[in-house]
């Protein structure tokens, strides 16, 4: 048992004569000759393999019933078998901090979502946004639905003025602009002289009403 080892192979190709008179069958058999005694001590090593399994399964049956403690073993076995248990645990505390992190920040950003929507509800229940066309009329009513506190408006790039005529204003129900003036259920944009051009017709407006 144990002992397979191939010092030689049998019969090796280098010991042919450069013209063979073999016949075919024995020349297939030559060069068959060195896998096919490899492969037997292979077999038998496995064989020997399987059987020393079965043995040392038997003795520790005879021995500890069958069962090997980490007390049972050598000293440098227990403190790398506890090694690798610690590791083990720390690997599995970082997964579940992971976890938690994870879930942690995922809560936070719909919290924040669902602030930001809360935020957008509120700002749309305050003000009201849109544009209007200038028609060049000295007053043009916009209809809202409901009388604002205020309203600004300015045109659509921003601008309140250029050189010396003014386009935007703010207006509230105690102080109308010269260019824009609260009304019932809406507000009237003014092009009140050649200097006040709230309702100028080469523009596009934007404006802002406060509920």
Same mark, same amino acid.
């Given at each position: 048992? #144990? ?15 450069? @013209? ?10 030559? #060069?068959?000759?060195?896998?096919? =005694?490899?492969? @037997? ?9 399987? /059987? ?8 520790? &049956? ?12 050598? =000293?440098?076995? @227990? ?7 610690? @590791? ?30 809360? /935020?957008?509800?509120?700002v749309d229940q305050l003000f009201v946004f849109g544009t209007y066309e200038g028609d060049g009329e000295t007053s043009q009513f916009i209809s809202l639905g409901f009388t604002p506190r205020a309203v600004l408006i300015c045109r659509t790039d921003g601008a309140f003025s250029q050189a010396n005529l003014i386009y935007g204003g703010l207006a509230t129900a105690a102080s109308p602009a010269k260019t824009?003036? &609260?009304?019932?259920?809406? #507000? ?24």
């Amino acid at each position: 048992m #144990f002992d397979h080892q191939i010092s030689r192979f049998e019969k090796r190709i280098a010991d042919l004569p450069d @013209q063979p008179t073999l016949a075919p069958d024995a020349l297939k058999a030559w #060069f068959d000759s060195a896998p096919e =005694q490899l492969r @037997q001590a292979l077999n038998r090593v496995c064989a020997d393999g399987k /059987t020393l399994e079965e043995r040392m399964e038997s003795l520790v &049956i005879g021995a500890y019933g069958g069962t090997v403690t980490r007390e049972m073993l050598a =000293q440098e076995l @227990q403190q790398e078998i506890a090694g690798k248990a610690e @590791q083990s645990a720390v690997q599995a505390s970082l997964s579940a901090l992971s976890g938690s992190f994870t879930d942690s920040m995922q809560s936070t950003v719909e919290a924040m979502n669902a602030a930001d929507a809360e /935020t957008n509800a509120r700002v749309d229940q305050l003000f009201v946004f849109g544009t209007y066309e200038g028609d060049g009329e000295t007053s043009q009513f916009i209809s809202l639905g409901f009388t604002p506190r205020a309203v600004l408006i300015c045109r659509t790039d921003g601008a309140f003025s250029q050189a010396n005529l003014i386009y935007g204003g703010l207006a509230t129900a105690a102080s109308p602009a010269k260019t824009v003036e &609260i009304a019932e259920n809406g #507000f009237n944009v003014l092009s009140s002289s050649s200097l006040y051009n709230g309702n100028n017709p080469m523009y596009t407006f934007k404006y802002v009403a406060l509920r």
